[in-house]
């Protein structure tokens, strides 16, 4: 809380709730499962934890500012143009970056009612004005969404999937979207979990930003390539965009170790499908038992799932539940979801404590 006496920001700075990661740590629990943070099952590959090792002597020197040869990388490895890709610390960095440039005061950026919280404070931040609009069974509402465009509005943030409720929308309602939006609405896809979706219909947002001038599409390597600790995202975008984004950027955002790590990810061979393959057999069996124990699972795409308890006294009894068993899931209250829990699909092992320890909650519970 800033001093009345002190300098003061602006107004809507106050509104903004700070964002809480996941758990990692119990007290007087020693060996903690953590499913809170949608990490990958099986950690960073082994390329890309032997090429951050590397890095240990080279650590004294700045990284390379532009990362030309990660976005290569990168450009390489999803049939991109390199000039097209900027690097960020995290997808986090560049959603920021976004609504710094293209909101402001007097602007609206839109988001859907459970979309990831990261929107909501950029927007407020660079002191747009945030609009959440309904989504339909926990998924983004196309006509929703467009309804709710105004002259103001400048930024679309959506997240497909969608984190936390793991919802997911069709090229097809994609494109509608765009088509429906004016051209000086910048759509923002942020496809944090696409190395894991398996639905035919899905588009991560090349094909949409290949289209036009106003959609960026961004990514993560802090899912399925295991290097959430190194904070590393990227984004692939219009050229105009690209333009925009590295006038504002940090001349130094991401760090050499991580670029280097991802480019030895990116190149792990067989790592993208053996976790795309566990995290889809693991998250229909985890959905599967828990359904079984009574609970309804809400589909997702993600590499997570979203336990409705009906009522937030259940959901809190369930987590404390879990946490007994030194088990660490996402309560889903910050998400105005107080009845849910999100829980990471992780490996087989913890994937059937959690099953048996909400199974004797719900049968003892």
């Not at 927007?123 to 983004?140: C, D, F, N, P, Q």
């Not at 069709?170 to 190395?195: F, K, M, Q, T």
């Not at 950027?249 to 790590?261: K, V």
Request: charged fraction near 20%.
């Amino acid at each position: 809380m800033s001093s009345p006496l002190g300098p003061r920001p602006r107004p809507e700075i106050l509104t903004i709730a700070p964002y809480i990661g996941g758990e990692s740590h119990l007290a007087g629990v020693n060996r903690v499962l953590k499913l809170s943070s949608n990490e990958g099952a099986f950690g960073a590959p082994p390329g890309a934890q032997a090429a951050y090792a590397r890095l240990a002597r080279e650590i004294f020197r700045y990284p390379d500012g532009a990362a030309e040869a990660l976005r290569r990388a990168i450009g390489a490895r999803f049939g991109l143009d390199p000039a097209r890709i900027v690097c960020g610390n995290g997808s986090d960095d560049l959603i920021y970056q976004l609504a710094l440039s293209y909101g402001g005061p007097g602007t609206e950026l839109i988001m859907t009612r459970h979309g990831f919280s990261m929107y909501a404070i950029a927007g407020a931040y660079a002191g747009s004005r945030v609009v959440k609009v309904a989504e339909h069974h926990l998924t983004a509402d196309v006509d929703a969404i467009l309804a709710a465009v105004s002259p103001a509005t400048r930024l679309v943030c959506l997240a497909n999937p969608n984190n936390p409720t793991g919802s997911l929308l069709g090229a097809a309602e994609i494109a509608r979207l765009r088509r429906g939006l004016p051209a000086d609405v910048l759509l923002v896809l942020d496809a944090a979990y696409a190395e894991y979706v398996t639905r035919a219909d899905y588009e991560p947002g090349v094909t949409f930003v290949d289209a036009g001038d106003n959609v960026v599409m961004t990514r993560t390597f802090s899912k399925i390539f295991g290097l959430g600790g190194l904070r590393l995202g990227w984004a692939y975008a219009p050229p105009g965009v690209i333009d925009v984004m590295n006038r504002v950027r940090n001349p130094f955002n991401t760090n050499a170790a991580a670029q280097e790590a991802a480019i030895a990810a990116l190149n792990e061979p067989g790592w993208v499908e053996k976790s795309r393959a566990h995290n889809s057999a693991w998250r229909d069996r985890l959905g599967a038992m828990l359904t079984e124990a009574g609970i309804k699972i809400w589909p997702s795409e993600g590499n997570f799932i979203l336990a409705d308890f009906t009522t937030r006294e259940r959901a809190d009894g369930a987590n404390a539940h879990l946490r007994a068993s030194g088990i660490l899931v996402r309560p889903m209250g910050g998400y105005d979801l107080p009845h849910c829990l999100r829980i990471t699909i992780g490996t087989a092992a913890e994937c059937e404590a959690v099953a048996a320890s909400l199974t004797d909650f719900m049968r003892h519970g």
